[in-house]
């Protein structure tokens, strides 16, 4: 079964542009999150789309934005960018069924490099 | 505010002895934790989890023990081998909703050294 597919894996934008970075679940996933990993600051949660819906943000402007189409395929995009937007930007996809006795495992696709200069 | 703290940014062990990797959370509801591993270039890959209802889980070379008292959980790596040689994140999460946020600590660099 293929993994989490990100793409670009590498970009580099100037300030004010915007961007947008897509992600490709494993298959039969249903739920995507997005996550902004820097230096120091382990993985900041962005946001999460289960059925074409957001149903939890992190604590981001709201310059982030994201969302999923029907396949679970799911798009996160960025405006006005930021010298500070410079991170690595990871999407992970689950099932999204969690029990009593174990909760939803997450895989990682392996991210896309943002630079802004 | 970080509800997940790693508090040691990195750690050297040398290989064949127990690397002991820490964290510590807040949120008294958290009731199911992650240790995620994670080499440069790649994302991160689950490793190992354990529930609340326990305080300890086992998977081959890995432990990793809580305690809730303390808000506390450690993995355990017996023996280290060069390959553990990565990042590795703690994560939490609250309540059985499947919709529920998984916190990530900042992490953990492990050096295995010959």
């Known amino acids: 079964k293929a993994g989490v597919t990100q793409t670009p894996r590498y970009l580099i934008k100037t300030r004010g542009q915007q961007v947008t970075l897509s992600c490709s679940p494993i298959?039969?996933?249903?739920?995507v999150s997005w996550y902004q990993q820097t230096p120091g600051q382990g993985l900041q949660f962005l946001f999460e789309y289960f059925s074409e819906t957001q149903r939890n943000k992190g604590n981001f402007p709201g310059r982030f934005s994201g969302r999923q189409f029907s396949n679970s395929r799911s798009e996160m995009n960025v405006s006005t960018l930021e010298l500070g937007d410079s991170a690595l930007y990871l999407c992970a996809s689950s099932l999204a069924k969690r029990t009593s006795a174990n909760t939803d495992t997450q895989y990682f696709g392996p991210g896309t490099r943002l630079t802004v200069l | 505010d970080q509800q997940v703290k790693q508090n040691s940014p990195s750690l050297s062990v040398q290989e064949g002895r127990i690397s002991i990797l820490n964290c510590d959370y807040t949120?008294?509801?958290?009731?199911?934790f992650l240790w995620y591993k994670k080499y440069p270039a790649e994302g991160p890959t689950f490793l190992i989890s354990?529930?609340?209802?326990?305080d300890k889980n086992e998977d081959g070379r890995f432990t990793v023990f809580l305690n809730k008292s303390a808000k506390h959980l450690s993995l355990h790596i017996v023996p280290s081998q060069p390959g553990d040689s990565a990042v590795y994140f703690c994560?939490?999460?609250?309540?059985?909703?499947?919709?529920?946020?998984?916190?990530f600590g900042s992490g953990t660099r492990l050096s295995i050294r010959p």
């Open positions: 994560a939490a999460s609250a309540g059985y909703s499947s919709a529920s946020k998984i916190i």
């Open positions: 949120n008294s509801m958290f009731d199911y």
């Open positions: 298959s039969g996933h249903r739920s």
């Open positions: 354990i529930s609340s209802i326990k």
